[in-house]
C-alpha cells in the first residue's frame, strides 16, 4: 500500500496497534477490511502530523478567514449584485459544492489541471467545482429545462498559484447570472453586458471597459492565419494571456512551446493588436482575409447586432470589439466579453491596483448538449462577477481614506445606572426584539453606565434606553440620543412606538 511508505518511524507503532484491534462487524478472519486498514493508517498519519513541534496555525494556502469587517463590505457588494440580477428577473438556485469528476473534464481546455479531485468517496470519483457555469448546465440536462434565467452566488475552488496581494485565491466567491433558452440573436447577450455595466457603475470602482469578440471570429482568425485545426483551444489559451504577458512572450510561447509557425504566429499579431467600436466591425467585414471565412462573418453580423442594441441600452461607449480577447475556456461558442478597470481608486501619488479582469462571461450553446443523453442543445450566454478582486479593491479604498465600518446592524441599547435592574431590561429588549427592532445589551447583571454609554459609541449603536428606579416609579423610559447625549422621558407604554418614529426618520 503506498501509503505505507510516507509514514514516519514514530508513527508504525501507532498504527500496529490499530491493525491489532479485533476486525470490524463485516470482516471474517484474520484479514482486514480496506476501510480499517485505511482508518489505521489515516490516525497515525494524524498523530506523526500532530507530533511535529512547531506547528504552526494558519488558512491552507490561497483561503483566508473574513473577519466581521470583511463580511459587512463584502455582504454590501454582494447585495448589490444579487439586486441587480433579481432586477433582471433572474432566479436563484445553487448547486453542490463538488460534482462528480466526469462532469468537470474536458470543459476548461487547458485550466482542468486546476481542478481539486477529491478522493473516492464510496465508489464515486468527486471534484471541487471549478466554476457556476457546468454545474450549471449539467443542472438544465439532468432536469430537462429548456427555458431559464438564473443567478448563482457560490465558493468555487481552483488549484492554481494565487496572488492573494491581487485579490487572487484559490477559493473564491463567484456571482453568475445566465440566459437559458431560445430567443432571437443578440437579445440576452446585450442584457448581460448591460448587467455588467449597471453593477461595475453601482459599485463605483472607478472608468471601465468591456471587451468583446466572438470565438467564431477567433476560430476564423486563427483559420485565415493558417493555424492547425488540432490546436485551435491551445493557441486560444495562449492569447488569453495577453492582458498578463507581452505579445513577444506570448509569441513565444505559441511559437516555441506550442509548435506554431513563426510566420503563423506574426499574422495573429497583425490582428490581436486591433481594438475599437462598432467601425472596427465594418472594417473586418472588408479584411481580404477574414471576409473569406463563414464562421468570422457569422460572428461579425452578430456584433455588428450586438452593437446596435447596446447603443439603445446606452452603454455602446463602454463597449470594446478587441480581436485579442480569446477567453480559453473550451465551452464558449460565440460572444465572450471580458470588464476591465481603467483606472483603480486611488489617491494621488499611488500605484495603481492592477487586479486583472473584475467579470466576464460569454455565449456557450453547446454545453448543455454534452450532458444531455440525446445531445439535445439549449443555447446559453451568462456573466460571472468577479467579486473577491471587486472586495479587494473596496477594502483598500477604504483603508487609504480611514473608513471605519460597523459590524454589527444594533440600532438601540438597553441600559440602567443602577444595579438590580436586570428583569427590567431583559423585558424591554424582549419587547424591541419582537417589535422587530435591532438591541442589545450587556451580559451582566450591574454593569456601570459609563460602561454601556462606552460601548455604544465604540460600536456606533445610535439609540440608548434607560430604566431606573426614578423612571420605574414615574412609568416612563428615557431614551438617550448617542451622538448629541440629548436625553427624553417617553411613558413606559409609547416608547417602542417612539424608537420606530425616530428610526424611520434617520
Known amino acids: ?29 484474520a484479514v482486514r477490511c480496506q476501510s480499517q486498514v485505511a482508518e489505521a493508517v489515516l490516525t497515525s498519519q494524524l498523530k506523526a502530523h500532530q507530533e511535529k513541534p512547531n506547528f504552526i496555525i494558519k488558512t491552507p494556502k490561497g483561503t483566508r478567514d473574513l473577519s466581521p469587517q470583511h463580511m459587512v463590505v463584502r455582504e454590501k457588494i ?26 468537470l473534464t474536458e470543459k476548461y481546455g487547458e485550466d482542468s489541471g486546476l481542478m481539486y479531485d477529491l478522493k473516492d468517496q464510496g465508489g464515486e470519483l468527486l471534484s471541487l467545482r471549478y466554476d457556476l457555469t457546468v454545474p450549471f448546465a449539467r ?9 431559464m434565467k438564473r443567478y448563482h452566488v457560490g465558493k468555487v ?6 496572488t492573494i496581494v491581487q485579490g487572487r485565491y484559490r477559493e473564491f466567491c463567484q456571482c453568475d447570472f445566465d440566459i437559458a433558452g431560445q430567443f432571437d440573436p443578440m437579445i440576452p447577450d446585450a442584457e448581460c453586458l448591460k448587467i455588467m455595466c449597471e453593477i461595475l457603475s453601482g459599485l463605483q470602482l472607478g472608468d471601465f471597459l468591456i ?7 477567433v476560430d476564423g482568425m486563427f483559420a485565415v492565419c493558417g493555424v492547425p485545426e488540432s490546436k485551435f483551444r491551445a493557441i486560444c489559451s495562449s492569447i488569453d494571456k495577453l492582458d498578463k504577458m507581452a505579445w513577444k512572450d506570448v509569441r513565444h510561447e505559441m511559437v516555441v512551446k506550442k509548435g506554431l509557425a513563426p510566420e503563423v504566429a506574426d499574422r495573429i499579431g497583425d490582428y490581436v493588436q486591433c481594438h475599437g467600436g462598432v467601425s472596427l466591425v465594418e472594417q473586418m467585414f472588408q479584411d481580404p482575409r477574414l471576409s473569406q471565412n463563414k464562421q468570422a462573418l457569422e460572428g461579425l453580423g452578430d456584433l455588428k447586432l450586438l452593437f446596435e442594441y447596446l447603443t439603445l441600452f446606452g452603454i455602446a461607449d463602454k463597449i470594446s470589439f478587441d480581436l485579442s480577447l480569446a477567453r480559453g475556456l473550451d465551452y464558449y461558442t460565440g460572444v465572450i466579453y471580458e470588464a476591465v478597470l481603467l483606472q483603480t481608486p486611488t489617491q494621488a501619488g499611488e500605484e495603481p491596483l492592477n487586479v486583472g479582469s473584475v467579470a466576464a ?26 467579486v473577491e478582486r471587486i472586495f479587494y479593491i473596496v477594502e483598500q479604498r477604504m483603508k487609504t481614506k480611514g473608513e471605519k465600518v460597523r459590524t ?6 438597553v441600559a440602567t445606572p443602577q444595579k438590580n435592574f436586570l428583569q427590567e431590561r431583559l423585558k424591554l429588549i424582549a419587547e424591541l426584539w419582537d417589535s422587530g427592532i435591532k438591541a442589545e445589551m450587556l451580559y451582566k447583571n450591574n454593569p456601570k453606565l459609563l460602561t454601556q454609554l462606552h460601548y455604544c459609541e465604540s ?19 428615557k431614551i438617550r440620543s448617542v451622538a448629541s447625549r440629548e436625553e427624553v422621558a417617553i411613558k413606559r407604554e409609547n416608547f417602542v412606538a417612539e424608537i420606530q418614529k425616530r428610526l424611520s426618520e434617520s
Not at 433572474?90 to 469528476?101: H, I, S, V, Y
Not at 475552488?157 to 494565487?162: D, G, K, L, Q, V
Not at 450532458?371 to 446559453?380: Q, R
Not at 460600536?459 to 423610559?477: R, Y
Open 361 to 386: 462571461g460569454g455565449r456557450y450553446d453547446g454545453l448543455v448538449g454534452m450532458f444531455d443523453p440525446k445531445g439535445h442543445k439549449v443555447p446559453c450566454v451568462g456573466l460571472s462577477i468577479g
Open 157 to 162: 475552488w481552483r488549484r492554481e498559484s494565487p
Open 78 to 103: 454582494l447585495d448589490l449584485v444579487i439586486s441587480c440580477f433579481k432586477r433582471h428577473g433572474a432566479k436563484g438556485m445553487d448547486t453542490p459544492a463538488f460534482e462528480l469528476k466526469e462532469t
Open 211 to 217: 471587451k468583446v469578440n466572438d470565438r467564431r471570429i
Open 459 to 477: 460600536t456606533g449603536i445610535p439609540l440608548v434606553v434607560i430604566i431606573g428606579e426614578q423612571e420605574l416609579k414615574e412609568g416612563v423610559i
Open 1 to 29: 500500500m503506498p501509503l505505507l511508505g510516507l509514514l514516519p518511524r514514530r508513527a508504525w507503532a501507532s498504527l500496529l496497534s490499530q491493525l491489532l484491534r479485533p476486525p470490524c462487524a463485516s470482516c471474517t478472519g
Open 408 to 413: 454589527t446592524e444594533t440600532q438601540v441599547f
Open 139 to 147: 443542472y438544465l440536462a439532468m432536469n430537462k429545462v429548456k427555458k
